[in-house]
């Protein structure tokens, strides 16, 4: 069903129709607005106070200058109550936005299923995961030729990285004339450390730029700035979506030691980043799930631009495995339905690594697995499968949606 003003203005009629007064809070600029929580991934999950000043600048910032919303769009961005990308989306309010949401299955009755509101609602920026965009294209799925997308002048993807096929799927089998804006950020801001550009070339697998104001860059083991290859992100300067700290961290300690630790005074985003010599970034996933054989450290998004490209893989997860003294990378891949992984199967994704990455990045195991631990948000859980291949207890298996499928990972490291 649909909801409009006057269902939500309802309770607050009086008499004749007319709305009762609705009496406003005036709070200070760091009135704190909500809590979010980290998605658990990489242990127990971060109560996390985001100040309410702090959030509308940033996301006003994005909105307008990366995003290019404004009062006569129409923006619709899946996501559940419970990822930081609904609170992004209800600060567009600010700019006279009109906001679109959805409840319920985004592949039910048909995958089209979220592509049909962008005809029927008229909607502008369509805001969505790069897992979606990923299975969107797997399903075989070609808005273009099916769907009315005169409207859509946008779309937004974030969660995890955007696979270079994900890019020529968009272009090629929605429209050629859109902006393809991949942000990267996270609830520890609520809000984005690289983003869009509207004025700049989109470039494939790649993010178009840092947000304004935040001095971004990819630091090496040594703290020293580099480009052209992946290390640490951080940000040098300050920024009004810093949270107010922890819920419960009286003292700060926790608040230092999740983004402070690393680089005293620079904040650690635990991603890790790679800025290109031309201005564009791309993350090659998180520095905390960095695989390490014979000592090259080694980005898991790497290996998965790799992998999902082929269709017979819906979606895979890399971890290293500590072996024999080293480290070897176990590559286990969630097959598309009737697909069995035999010996050429294997070939054609250690060929397909090998050629589109390294023969470092090249798996030293490959195997099917059923599910693929995620976090209520739709996050990998790379930490769960790493700890319990490794007879080690997953810390919050709470924050798991499936947290079942962990069964396998545990049968298969007492096989291996």
Same mark, same amino acid.
């Given at each position: 069903?649909?909801?409009?003003?006057?269902?939500?203005?309802?309770?607050?009629?009086?008499?004749?129709?007319?709305?009762?007064?609705?009496?406003? #809070?005036?709070?200070?600029?760091?009135?704190?607005?909500? $809590?979010?929580? *980290?998605?658990?991934?990489?242990?127990?999950?971060?109560?996390?106070? #985001?100040?309410?000043?702090?959030?509308?600048? !940033?996301?006003?910032?994005?909105?307008?200058?990366?995003?290019?919303?404004?009062?006569?769009?129409?923006?619709?961005?899946?996501?559940?109550?419970?990822?930081?990308?609904?609170?992004?989306?209800?600060?567009?309010?600010?700019?006279?936005?009109?906001?679109?949401?959805?409840?319920?299955? /985004?592949?039910?009755?048909?995958?089209?299923?979220?592509?049909?509101?962008?005809?029927?609602?008229?909607?502008?920026?369509?805001?969505?995961?790069?897992?979606?965009?990923?299975?969107?294209?797997?399903?075989?799925?070609? /808005?273009?030729?099916?769907?009315?997308?005169?409207?859509?002048?946008?779309?937004?993807?974030?969660? *995890?990285?955007?696979?270079? /096929?994900?890019?020529?799927?968009?272009?090629?089998?929605?429209?050629?004339?859109?902006?393809?804006?991949?942000?990267?950020?996270?609830?520890?801001?609520?809000?984005?450390?690289?983003?869009?550009?509207?004025?700049?070339?989109?470039?494939?697998?790649?993010? !178009?730029?840092?947000?304004?104001?935040?001095?971004?860059?990819?630091?090496?083991?040594?703290?020293?700035? $580099?480009?052209? @290859?992946?290390?640490?992100?951080?940000?040098?300067?300050?920024?009004?979506?810093?949270?107010?700290?922890?819920?419960?961290?009286?003292?700060?300690?926790?608040?230092?030691?999740?983004?402070?630790?690393?680089?005293?005074?620079?904040?650690?985003?635990?991603?890790?980043?790679?800025?290109?010599? @031309?201005?564009?970034?791309?993350?090659?996933?998180?520095?905390?799930?960095?695989?390490? /054989?014979?000592?090259?450290?080694?980005?898991?998004?790497?290996?998965?631009?790799?992998?999902?490209?082929?269709?017979?893989?819906?979606?895979?997860?890399?971890?290293? !495995?500590?072996?024999?003294?080293? !480290?070897?990378?176990?590559?286990?891949?969630?097959?598309?339905?009737?697909?069995?992984?035999?010996?050429?199967?294997?070939?054609?994704?250690?060929?397909?690594?090998?050629?589109?990455?390294?023969?470092?990045?090249?798996?030293?195991?490959?195997?099917?697995?059923?599910?693929?631990?995620?976090?209520?948000?739709?996050?990998?859980?790379?930490?769960?499968?790493?700890?319990?291949?490794?007879?080690?207890?997953?810390?919050?298996?709470?924050?798991?949606?499936?947290?079942?499928?962990?069964?396998?990972?545990?049968?298969?490291?007492?096989?291996?």
């Amino acid at each position: 069903p649909a909801f409009g003003m006057e269902q939500w203005l309802a309770p607050h009629m009086g008499e004749n129709d007319a709305v009762e007064e609705i009496l406003y #809070h005036l709070g200070s600029f760091d009135q704190p607005l909500v $809590i979010l929580f *980290s998605s658990g991934t990489t242990g127990k999950p971060k109560c996390i106070i #985001h100040r309410a000043g702090g959030l509308l600048l !940033q996301h006003l910032k994005e909105h307008a200058l990366h995003c290019d919303i404004g009062e006569n769009d129409r923006l619709f961005y899946f996501s559940t109550c419970g990822w930081m990308m609904w609170n992004w989306q209800i600060s567009a309010l600010a700019l006279g936005t009109t906001l679109l949401t959805y409840d319920g299955n /985004p592949f039910y009755p048909d995958p089209s299923r979220l592509i049909d509101l962008i005809g029927k609602e008229q909607i502008s920026v369509f805001g969505t995961s790069a897992k979606y965009i990923d299975a969107l294209n797997k399903f075989g799925v070609k /808005p273009k030729a099916s769907h009315d997308l005169k409207s859509l002048k946008s779309i937004l993807s974030t969660g *995890s990285p955007l696979l270079a /096929p994900s890019f020529d799927f968009i272009y090629d089998d929605f429209k050629s004339d859109l902006h393809l804006a991949s942000i990267s950020g996270g609830t520890d801001i609520c809000a984005c450390f690289v983003g869009g550009v509207p004025i700049l070339p989109v470039r494939r697998g790649e993010i !178009q730029g840092a947000m304004l104001g935040l001095d971004v860059m990819a630091l090496d083991e040594s703290a020293n700035p $580099i480009k052209g @290859e992946a290390g640490e992100l951080v940000c040098k300067t300050a920024f009004p979506s810093m949270p107010l700290g922890f819920w419960g961290d009286e003292d700060g300690s926790r608040y230092q030691k999740a983004y402070y630790s690393q680089i005293d005074g620079v904040w650690c985003q635990g991603d890790f980043l790679e800025e290109r010599v @031309e201005g564009g970034f791309i993350i090659h996933g998180r520095s905390d799930t960095v695989l390490n /054989p014979g000592g090259v450290r080694i980005g898991t998004a790497e290996i998965y631009r790799q992998v999902e490209a082929i269709d017979e893989v819906m979606e895979a997860v890399a971890v290293g !495995q500590d072996f024999e003294g080293d !480290q070897r990378i176990v590559l286990f891949v969630r097959l598309a339905e009737g697909v069995v992984l035999d010996d050429n199967l294997q070939k054609t994704i250690r060929k397909k690594i090998r050629l589109g990455a390294t023969p470092r990045h090249v798996p030293a195991i490959i195997a099917a697995v059923p599910d693929i631990p995620r976090t209520r948000s739709g996050k990998i859980s790379e930490i769960a499968v790493r700890d319990i291949i490794h007879g080690r207890k997953v810390k919050n298996t709470t924050a798991l949606a499936n947290a079942e499928c962990l069964n396998f990972y545990a049968d298969w490291s007492l096989r291996s």
